[in-house]
């Protein structure tokens, strides 16, 4: 009877099994690209595991698919028509293209990257030895920052220490120093810093100031704070961190990594202090078209944002999203993109 019994709860568990699959949402075919940040060579053998782990993934989550189809872009905005035009269902974006299309398109996850200890807004808390900057790799985030740092250059100080008084700087402040800063094309170096100005002192932009430097590099800008050659220099945060060595090694001497020593006689930490802080500057996206309801609804976004997760959580899913340096994904939603958008006006 028990033998009986147990076979009976067998077939009830397996005719559930059954059915569940039965009622999972049938898809033919589910098409994937991504942009051609590196070769298409590159990136097809880097995915060939994915459309497996896909199709059990999104099982799971309810949907049969028949096939994945994986694709790269000729370049960033094809990927961005295509799927306006609804020939592909999922993209791969970086921020700023994803931000031009999005009345096609919509943000569904944003790639994650190793934290940093400090993430705070007071530009004073980033500054000093107690300060020190470090990684966090257990805090996996969609964003980074630049910062806006004063150098130890005699106006520089004066600067800093206004900031770590608690006192605003002023545009006069701001006007009087030298700065160093890079390309109009670069987000840390350009962009995001003329946003800060534009935020805290009425839209008053880099190209304003009287005593500006443009495309200068981040390894000439530091050895230029070090030499006390200009006041202000920005950054990805925290630039510190790759400098920290050759900030005090001795002329002429060079750090494990090449960087030519810098010659001063106190920290980094202590010596270029952060003056500002601007907004996040978010990571590439995943992202889903909009021309398309069977993709474009709650259920299949749900559905498509877990398995994503959930992939990139195992060994192998990092393995494969290691070709764009993806480390991990998190939920995310356009708004999180105004940013972005507002950097977009800034170089028109």
């Not at 990927?79 to 970086?94: C, F, H, K, R, V």
């Not at 931000?99 to 807004?121: F, H, K, M, P």
């Not at 998190?330 to 999180?336: E, G, I, L, N, R």
Request: proline share 3%.
């Amino acid at each position: 009877m028990k033998k009986l019994t147990a076979l009976l709860l067998a077939i009830v568990l397996l005719l559930g099994c059954v059915s569940a699959l039965a009622d999972n949402v049938k898809m033919d075919k589910l098409t994937l690209e991504f942009v051609p940040s590196k070769d298409a060579d590159v990136i097809i053998t880097g995915t060939k595991n994915l459309p497996d782990l896909l199709k059990a993934e999104m099982a799971n989550q309810g949907y049969d698919i028949g096939e994945v189809e994986i694709t790269v872009g000729t370049n960033y905005n094809a990927t961005g028509e295509a799927m306006g035009a609804g020939s592909i269902d999922i993209g791969w974006l970086p921020a700023g293209t994803y931000v031009l299309y999005s009345d096609e398109t919509e943000v569904i996850l944003t790639s994650t990257r190793a934290g940093l200890s400090n993430d705070s807004e007071n530009p004073a808390d980033w500054n000093g030895d107690a300060n020190k900057t470090t990684g966090d790799s257990s805090n996996q985030v969609g964003f980074y920052r630049a910062l806006i740092y004063a150098t130890p250059s005699a106006y520089g100080k004066e600067l800093a220490a206004k900031v770590n008084a608690g006192e605003a700087l002023t545009w006069d402040d701001l006007n009087k120093a030298n700065w160093a800063v890079g390309n109009n094309s670069s987000s840390a170096g350009y962009i995001y810093p003329t946003m800060w100005l534009m935020d805290h002192y009425d839209g008053k932009k880099l190209t304003d100031l009287e005593h500006v430097s443009f495309g200068i590099q981040y390894g000439d800008q530091f050895a230029q704070a070090a030499a006390e050659q200009v006041d202000i220099i920005v950054c990805y945060a925290d630039g510190r961190r790759d400098y920290e060595a050759a900030w005090m090694l001795p002329l002429g001497e060079t750090d494990p990594t090449g960087k030519a020593g810098m010659g001063r006689t106190d920290t980094i930490w202590n010596e270029l202090n952060v003056i500002g802080v601007t907004p996040g500057i978010y990571n590439d996206t995943v992202a889903v078209t909009k021309a398309k309801p069977e993709i474009y609804n709650p259920e299949f976004i749900a559905a498509i944002q877990d398995a994503l997760i959930n992939i990139i959580n195992t060994e192998e899913g990092k393995a494969i999203f290691s070709v764009y340096s993806h480390e991990g994904y998190k939920k995310a939603v356009d708004s999180d993109y105004d940013a972005t958008r507002k950097a977009q006006e800034v170089v028109k």
